[in-house]
């Protein structure tokens, strides 16, 4: 399910998604916050140059099913992240 394929509605929801997890990296510090990036991009096995854009056309690829599987894995990384390398939130 990629692409032209996909309804308005599940664009919007990968480009929240993908919103949601840059405001948890953007909270980390450095250079755990340049390390997440690093493996995000190897996750999704590309450059990810425009990040927001690009994160969320990544997710809008995966399976419905893997793409929440995937999305719910890396919140519970990044909340762990954050409690040990993150700075308030603001």
């Known amino acids: 399910m990629t692409?032209?394929?996909?309804?308005?509605?599940?664009?919007?929801?990968?480009?929240?998604?993908?919103?949601?997890?840059?405001?948890?990296?953007?909270?980390?510090?450095?250079?755990?916050?340049?390390n997440t990036l690093h493996w995000l991009?190897?996750?999704?096995?590309?450059?990810?140059?425009?990040?927001?854009?690009?994160?969320?056309?990544f997710l809008r690829e995966l399976h419905p099913t893997m793409r929440q599987v995937y999305v719910d894995n890396l919140q519970m990384v990044l909340e762990d992240a954050l409690r040990?390398?993150?700075r308030p939130a603001g």
């Open 84 to 86: 040990h390398f993150g």
């Open 3 to 34: 692409g032209s394929y996909q309804t308005l509605e599940q664009r919007v929801e990968c480009s929240r998604m993908a919103d949601r997890m840059l405001a948890n990296i953007a909270r980390l510090k450095e250079p755990y916050r340049q």
């Open 41 to 57: 991009e190897r996750c999704a096995d590309r450059p990810l140059a425009d990040l927001p854009k690009d994160l969320a056309a």
